[in-house]
Every structure is written in C-alpha cells, then in structure tokens.
C-alpha cells in the first residue's frame, strides 16, 4: 500500500510540476498584439521587419529573452541615419506595462547607471548586484543591474517588477524544500543560492536575461558560473553579423578586426579628401 502511495504522490507532484511550468510559460508569454511597435521604430524597425525577423529572434522576443544581436539604425540631430548592432528583450514594468528593452553593442561598458568602481568589478564578473538608481524624472528606484557581456551593456530592472519574493516560493512549493534566511536574503540582493534536493544540487538566483529574471539550474555554484559565461548566440547573416560565442571567438575576433581597419581606411580617406580640398 505504501508503494503505490508514494508513486501516487510521485505522479501527482510531476502533473503538477508540468502544470506549472506552462502556466509560467503562458504568462511570460508576449502576444503580438502587444509589441511596442513604436519603441522599435525609435531604433529603425518597423512593424514589417519586426515580424519578419528570423524565427529564432522573434522566438526568444515573444518568450521574453534578450535576443541575437539585430541591426537598429538610429537618426541624428542633423538628420544623419547609423547603424546600431543591438540585442532586444520584452519586459513587463512593475506595473505590468510592456516594455522594450535595448542593449546596444559597445566597445566599453557606458557606466549610465553611476556605478562605482567595485560595483563594475563585480558586474564584469558576471555578478547582478542591488543597487539604488535615481531615475531621469528624479525618482529613486532599487534596481538589479546586470552585464550583457557581448554587448558590454547594462542591463537593469526594477527590483519591484522581478517579484524575486514570490519566485523563491515558487521554489520551495516545486522542490519541496525550506530556504533558510540567510539564502533566501542572498537571493533578494541578486546573488545566486544553491540548494540540495534529494542529494542532487540546485542553484537558484537573479539573471535578468531569463523571461522571468529568474533561473533554476540543476548543477552547484561552480557550473552556474560556467553557465553564465557560455554564449548561445548563433549567427544569422541577413541580420547579425556582431556574433560571439565560445565556438566562433576566433571569427568574431577576425570581423571585429576587419571593421576597425575598414573604419580606419574610411578616417583616413576622408582626411585625404579634406587636405585635398584645402
């Protein structure tokens, strides 16, 4: 009797488990209807090239992940269009509202945010870290900041808007477990927390490129860190073109090269041009 007890409450915690992980899904999923199609064309997308994106880019959009890098162009005060290489993500504010997220590719990090010295260590670490940050309007607002590494951007969002108090109760409902305090005040500040659940390790914790800004990962804290500095960007020609992962670092290297040399040729042509003119 107790055998199929435990393989009753062994089904019923998978179904529920399953139930839960697509009511996740089907909540952190964005329909079409609600793409800010007017925050895409402040970077020179319109609502034509949204949807013709390749299938994996608008994929991970409508998921809510931070996409490929995608081409955006971005028009000056005199009228002049740019190129800017870009990643993308949908949000939901702490209000709900839907929000687009831009992370353009740099070639240093452009500390927006006023952070200090050991706060940039730490993010170039791959660390999220908790930190007040006075918004343009004046308000103050407690944010988790992040690096996107292969865009040296950084990426933030509004403490209030991840619901980090609710996802570690999700935790402990799956999993079946207890958080102590001292983990759980870790998790709140951003850091990642591991756990043993039936002598098999589970790490926990803030990443802000996940739909939910949360992950769960099977693994200690050793192959969280691991994790954090694989890259998944697969390139797609008609689109990217600023692709890195660990696969194509070489590559990547060579493209980088070549456009700061093309960049150089063109400085060096127009300065011609300009002592000629003279």
Request: glycine share 4%.
């Amino acid at each position: 009797m107790c055998y199929y007890n435990n393989i009753t409450i062994f089904v019923a915690k998978l179904i529920q488990n399953r139930i839960k992980n697509k009511l996740m899904f089907e909540k952190n999923k964005f329909l079409e209807e609600e793409i800010p199609y007017e925050k895409f064309r402040m970077i020179g997308i319109d609502r034509k090239q949204v949807l013709e994106l390749p299938p994996q880019v608008l994929k991970d959009l409508l998921e809510g992940r931070v996409t490929q890098v995608v081409q955006g162009r971005v028009a000056t005060s005199s009228g002049n269009e740019y190129a800017v290489p870009v990643k993308l993500q949908l949000t939901h504010d702490a209000e709900g509202k839907v929000q687009l997220m831009t992370y353009p590719l740099r070639d240093e990090i452009a500390n927006t945010l006023d952070l200090s010295k050991t706060e940039l260590e730490q993010v170039k670490k791959g660390e999220v870290i908790r930190k007040e940050i006075t918004e343009k309007d004046g308000t103050r607002r407690q944010k988790f900041v992040q690096l996107d590494p292969e865009t040296k951007s950084l990426m933030h969002r509004d403490v209030a808007s991840v619901k980090i108090g609710r996802q570690l109760e999700d935790v402990e409902k799956v999993r079946d477990i207890q958080l102590g305090q001292n983990q759980k005040q870790a998790a709140l500040e951003g850091k990642p927390v591991e756990l043993t659940v039936d002598d098999q390790k589970v790490t926990v914790g803030v990443d802000l490129r996940e739909p939910q800004c949360f992950k769960v990962m099977t693994g200690d804290m050793d192959e969280w860190k691991r994790q954090r500095e694989i890259r998944y960007d697969v390139a797609h020609p008609e689109v990217m073109g600023y692709v890195q992962t660990d696969e194509n670092r070489w590559e990547y290297q060579q493209v980088y090269l070549r456009e700061q040399r093309e960049k150089l040729d063109e400085s060096k042509k127009e300065q011609k041009n300009h002592c000629l003119k003279l």
